[in-house]
């Protein structure tokens, strides 16, 4: 017993809660994005992820292994793909694309609630090292949310917006564009790698934080009417 509260009381306590302060809102938005695949493409007709129990918000439904260590351990992890049979829609391209928005959507509105939130809370959870500390939660998990909606409208498979784009070629283009996608993570990477992503990711995701703020400032605002 001594040996095991000595463990203890020599763990890094910051450091794990800096990880879960990272892990944790990590797996609220991908569990979100995921979770709209798959309701969307239910209500479009396939009733894949419905079978596959994708369409909730339990992130153990959507865990991947290997992408969970990764985000661990490098801060850069993945999900398990919601999985779609596109012969059951009835206007496979159209709707294959609104299953692909749905994801990045639903992160931008999770987002928006979360800006709304802050605001509205923030003169309360100033106060205090719990308060700032589920102040930084929030805003953590409101930047990922933006983030990874942003992201996955990047036009390169396996990413939403590829989906989007090919859903405007013609059928042959598209079959044939779609065979490559298990490829485009590894562009993904190399552009990643390289830096070429950085500055226009950040540029969008500035201009898109700053439009956001709108909801932040409603929430702040909607808090000072009850001072």
Known sequence: METLNTVFRNLNWSYLINLLMWVVPALICVSVHEAFHGLASYVLGDKTAKRQKRISLNPLRHIDPIGLIMLVVFRVGWAKPVSVDMRNFKNPKRDMALTALAGPLSNM?????????????????????????ALAFLRMTATLSMFLGIFNLIPIPPLDGSKILLS??????????????RYGMFLIIALMLSGILGKPLDMVFTFVLEKLSIFYQAGYDLAGLFK
């Open 168 to 181: 405007f070629l013609p059928d042959s283009a598209y079959l044939k564009l779609m065979r490559y996608e």
């Open 109 to 133: 509105l999770l987002s928006c609630l979360l800006l709304f939130i802050i605001g509205l809370l923030f003169r309360a959870l100033i106060i205090g090292a719990v308060g700032k500390t």
